[in-house]
């Protein structure tokens, strides 16, 4: 009886950990798309970029700091983490922001298959960027996953759950805490939903919709990147890994309502962990319930559980 | 008869329409005018006539049949046209285009899918008729999205007509066009519709207009009915004038 | 016989329906030509396949099915692969589980799969539009793929072979050719088929249901204010669309007797029959015919050359997006890049010089804005 108790517990935290996951690469698409009108199509590769560049900063760090011993050892290799996951998201910005101000800027008041085109256009360069800079084989780097997880966490309660599992879903708390706070509570974060919700009204305010749209992509480049820092410790990094995220994302999106930060979040948790009790309990439906509950949610609401912030088409 | 019953929309905190009551076309081809300042909730009202939006209380009655659970475009089926304030043409077609377009739809012609669009000589001959009518002749082959402001009103209006309706909708089809143009414009629109005998609702703010052409006016105010009367009202009732000319006008 | 038409001063003429000015005739007739000669042509040269040209047709010909919702009702659906490998997997299915061998009966299985998977995407996806309705058929498309991957009846990733009855091959007016003789017939086969399809669309392209999808791709609203069931007109727009690519999936799987995953259903499979259709011009008829010989070809060529060819291909569609919005044919046509620039030419030579000069000016211009703007993003200073 524990047993499955337990189990059933692991599954559901499993899939809480996928969920702040997918939550923070869906975040992003989701208020691109909100705020820009942009669907990014490269937001998956950004994902896996995180991912294969975070291999190298948790390398280097790890190399600098050494595993860790005894409780301060330990907290300083938790913040070092943190820290190589942070820097590996900066190193996002830069490129978002290049692709935002360079290439996307110009086709804003095109047909919107251009735009389409462009970020599909970014996916394929993103694409063989990887294979160039990194290679063909998948790289991992378990250290950090092995090292995390000789820290006791879930032990201390009797249940025996990857510590790292615990760190991710310890950090999509804070994740969301702050994206909320920031849209909710920051200068800048109400003036991009302003943005949002009436361009014309927040340029009449003297709200420069350049500089937001490049700081939103920015943005939502950092979640990606940050988020494949995260996933890959447990994992390893491959070329394809992009493709999933994204498509899940979509599901997300549909599921949560178009641009909604807090339907993200609903929605991200739900596929999550729907998709981990599938794994265990019927494998085949794993790729299939996302679909399903996104079928359900378009027949009936088809604007999604949480609508958006700003006005729907 | 096109009857609207105690009909209520919100939004939010904000009431739209207030338990609006009104009967239109009693007498074929009646021209009514609702006027009313910014806000008075002229443009929810047409809204909730053509479908475009839904009332939360209260019903719609066509010629004695219930039609508020429609949707838009069965109205247009069921006679009732309309235009828009901010005009809705379709842009990247000629103004001889935009019109065919309307005619073959409403002859039901459009599940062709291996006739040629310009091939049905009933419907050309409606066109070349509608062109003629609204004085549109000249720009027949012009682009719609290149076409000056009044005669994409009158585009606008002109494709309402070309549905053949019992009643015709139009949202201030005057707005935005020169004083020179707009006695052509409303001149055009008045002769056409009591020659077809078409029952005509226009919201309107030039009350020389309304004076000159009414037969009926309406005007509403914060959403609710001020009164109905003959254009004569507008002299007589002191509080609509200051309504209507102390507000905004 | 051709019948002449004066319009507008214009001479055109009009067979069987299609009417074209002169220009337009010979190169319609020269195009057909081509078609007709690939074999011939393809036999002559190294670097002309057969099999890739043909693999072109019928991703162009999926790409002209698409096109009747991107370039009317303006939808752009990034999942029209789902169609293709619909087609494609009902054809392999059909032919290893109800032993079907005969290749008109695979495709018509292949039509009816393609058109039953239309409809039900279509339904769940058409109360939406612009970048929502790209989303979802992506999502869509990505679901097929996931399926076909997943179940061990469809192969798996490995794929499934079309090798039905004792020759293993699919049945051409009954009987069985050699492989090489095989190629060509189906070559033949899919050139008509294209030939028909090209007319059929042309047909709907000058009808009133063309109007009624120009009229929904324009002003959606308005459509429905002049009585149009929008969602209905969508809907069979979708369908169309969707037979165009399972004819295409079905042909596909006829002629290279394997399906698999990737290559059919995969969504970087639908975006590259959405290029295609923009490379070739999407508001012309066999602009995506055309894009996709040009693409296949081109990725073909490009995978010999080196292993970074999704790069090149990137790159082909930033120069297509900046530079040649219009596409291939698009282009050639009036109010195109290309045929604006030659016309200027025309009037007057020396416009290079003027070219060239601006181009400079504007790469300056466009450097020092880009510049400045990541400088104000990245550091805040104004």
């Known amino acids: 009886m524990a047993g499955t108790l337990e189990t ?42 995180g991912a294969y560049a975070g291999i190298g900063v948790f390398g280097f760090v790890i190399g600098v700091v050494g595993p860790p011993s005894g409780v301060l050892g330990g907290v300083v290799f938790v913040l070092a983490v943190l820290v190589s996951v942070l820097l590996t998201a900066a190193l996002l910005l830069p490129v978002g922001t290049a692709f935002e101000a360079l290439f996307l800027r110009a086709i804003y008041d095109r047909d919107q298959v251009y735009q389409l085109v462009l970020t599909f256009a970014l996916l394929l360069i993103l694409l063989d960027v990887k294979k160039f800079v990194w290679g063909n084989t998948s790289l991992r780097t378990d250290a950090v996953y092995s090292a995390i997880n000789s820290i006791p966490t879930s032990e201390l309660v009797g249940l025996n759950y990857p510590t790292y599992n615990v760190f991710v879903i310890l950090v999509g708390v804070a994740v969301v805490a702050g994206l909320f706070w920031f849209f909710d509570r920051t200068k800048t974060g109400r003036i991009v939903r302003a943005t949002a919700i009436d361009r014309e009204m927040a340029t009449a305010i003297g709200v420069s919709t350049d500089r937001v749209f490049t700081l939103v992509f920015a943005l939502g480049a950092f979640l990606a990147g940050f988020a494949g820092a995260m996933a890959v410790p447990p994992t390893a990094a491959t070329l394809g890994m992009g493709t999933n995220p994204l498509v899940l994302s979509f599901v997300v999106i549909v599921i949560g309502g178009l641009g909604s930060l807090r339907g993200a979040f609903v929605g991200a948790l739900l596929v999550g962990v729907i998709r981990s009790w599938m794994i265990t309990l019927y494998p085949p439906g794993e790729i299939a319930a996302p679909f399903a509950i996104m079928a359900l949610i378009l027949l009936v609401k088809p604007e999604g559980l949480f609508g958006t912030w700003g006005e729907t088409a | 008869m096109l009857e609207a019953r105690n009909l209520r929309k919100s939004f939010g905190e904000l009431v739209a329409t207030d338990d609006v009551s009104l009967e239109f076309g009693r007498e074929d081809g009646e021209l009514v005018f609702i006027v009313g300042p910014n806000g008075a909730g002229k443009t929810t009202f047409v809204n909730l006539l053509t479908g475009f939006l839904s009332p939360d209380e209260g019903s719609i009655v066509l010629d004695g049949d219930d039609i508020t659970a429609m949707s838009a475009n069965e109205r247009v089926d069921a006679g009732i046209a309309r235009s828009f304030q901010v005009v809705k043409v379709f842009e990247e077609m000629t103004v001889r285009e935009n019109l065919r377009t309307v005619v073959l739809t409403e002859r039901g012609k459009t599940w062709s899918l291996f006739s040629m669009a310009d091939g049905h000589d009933d419907v050309e001959r409606t066109v070349d008729d509608l062109l003629s009518k609204f004085r549109l002749d000249d720009a027949a082959d012009t682009v719609a999205e290149e076409l000056p402001h009044g005669d994409r009103k009158l585009l606008d209006v002109a494709m309402s007509f070309g549905l053949d309706p019992d009643y015709l909708l139009l949202d201030e089809p005057t707005s935005g066009v020169s004083t020179r143009e707009k006695e052509y414009v409303i001149e055009t629109v008045v002769e056409v519709g009591r020659e077809a005998g078409v029952t005509t609702v226009t919201i309107e703010h030039d009350m020389d207009i309304v004076t000159e052409y009414a037969d009926r006016v309406v005007a509403l105010h914060q959403g609710a009915v001020h009164g109905v009367g003959p254009p004569t009202m507008l002299e007589t009732d002191d509080e609509l004038r200051r309504l209507l000319l102390g507000v905004g006008e | 016989m051709p019948e002449r038409v004066e319009t507008d001063g214009e001479t055109r003429y009009r067979f069987l329906g299609v009417e074209a000015t002169r220009r337009e005739a010979v190169a319609l007739a020269l195009g057909v030509v081509a078609l007709f000669a690939v074999p011939d042509v393809t036999r002559l040269s190294d670097s002309l396949q057969l099999g890739v040209i043909h693999q072109g047709l019928l991703f162009g010909f999926a790409a002209v099915g698409l096109n009747l919702l991107l370039r009317h009702t303006k939808l752009t659906s990034f999942g029209h692969a789902a169609f293709f490998g619909t087609g494609a997997y009902a054809t392999a299915v059909l032919a290893k589980y109800a032993g079907l061998q005969s290749v008109g009966l695979l495709l018509l299985g292949a039509i009816a799969a393609a058109t039953v998977m239309a409809a039900l995407i279509g339904a769940l996806s058409l109360r939406h539009t612009g970048l929502y309705f790209a989303l979802l058929t992506l999502a869509f ?20 072979p079309i090798r039905p009855g004792p020759a293993n091959q699919p049945l051409l007016l009954g009987t069985t050719f050699e492989p090489a003789v095989y190629q060509i017939l189906t070559y033949y086969l899919t050139v008509a088929v294209i030939l028909v399809g090209l007319f059929v669309m042309y047909r709907i392209t000058q009808s009133p249901f063309r109007n009624a999808l120009d009229a929904i791709g324009q002003e959606r609203t308005r459509a429905r204010f002049i009585g149009l069931p929008v969602r209905r007109y969508v809907w069979a727009a979708f369908v169309i669309s969707g037979v165009y ?138």
């Open chain 1, 8 to 49: 059933a517990l692991v599954q559901t935290l499993n899939g809480v950990q996928f969920g702040f996951i997918l939550f923070m690469i869906a975040s992003g698409l989701t208020v691109i798309l909100g705020i820009l009108d942009v669907l990014n199509l490269a937001h998956g590769e950004l994902f896996s970029i």
């Open chain 3, 245 to 382: 690519g399972g004819v295409a999936g079905g042909l596909y799987a006829v002629v290279r007797q394997y399906v698999r995953p990737e290559g059919t259903l995969f969504f970087l499979r639908s975006g590259d029959i959405l290029f295609m259709a923009i490379l070739g011009g999407f508001r012309t008829l066999v602009g995506p015919l055309i894009g996709g010989v040009v693409l296949i070809f081109l990725q073909d060529v490009g995978q010999d050359v080196t292993q970074y060819y999704e790069f090149l291909t990137g790159v082909v569609l930033l120069v297509l997006v900046y530079g040649f919005p219009r596409g291939i044919v698009g282009s050639f046509r009036s109010g195109g890049v290309v045929s604006e620039r030659l016309g200027q030419l025309r009037r007057e030579p020396s416009a290079v010089a003027d070219w060239a000069r601006s181009a400079v000016r504007t790469t300056e211009r466009k450097a020092v804005e880009s510049l400045s703007s990541l400088r104000i993003i990245l550091f805040g200073v104004d």
């Open chain 3, 141 to 160: 498309g990505q679901l097929l793929y996931a399926i076909a991957l997943g179940q061990s009846a469809l192969g798996g990733s490995d794929g499934m």
